[in-house]
């Protein structure tokens, strides 16, 4: 099973930023359209960011203007770097491939910890 361990969130006052990290275990890491995905409480999970592994980008209405996705693929790593944070870009945030990993034990899609993020004064 792919290990997603997402890091970099916390506590950020409205107006402020944050830079989440996403280092996935798989080795072909770099192949793979990859995406950040955030759920509130009592909501759906959502797609946020996306990027190609060709560099192209796209993103959801809300955060567009304010967020940037990037990738380094010699480091296999995902980022978020998220500014002018708004008290409802409150949110666990998670990273994946699109489309998601499959679980090895289940048949729905395997997701990781995810990183909490609170905007909030």
């Known amino acids: 099973q792919v290990q997603l361990v997402e890091s970099g969130g916390g506590l950020v006052q409205p107006g402020g930023s944050l830079k989440l990290s996403c280092t996935p275990s798989k080795n072909a890491f770099r192949t793979f359209d990859m995406g950040w995905y955030r759920q509130a409480p009592g909501q759906q999970r959502e797609l946020v960011a996306v990027i190609t592994s060709g560099g192209t980008t796209n993103y959801a209405d809300s955060v567009k203007g304010r967020f940037t996705i990037s990738r380094d693929n010699f480091k296999n790593t995902l980022y978020l770097q998220m500014n002018s944070l708004k008290p409802e870009d409150t949110a666990v945030y998670y990273c994946?491939?699109?489309?998601?990993?499959?679980?090895?034990?289940?048949?729905?899609?395997?997701w990781g910890q995810g990183t909490q993020v609170t905007v909030s004064s």
């Open positions: 994946n491939k699109l489309p998601p990993y499959k679980s090895k034990t289940t048949q729905g899609d395997y």
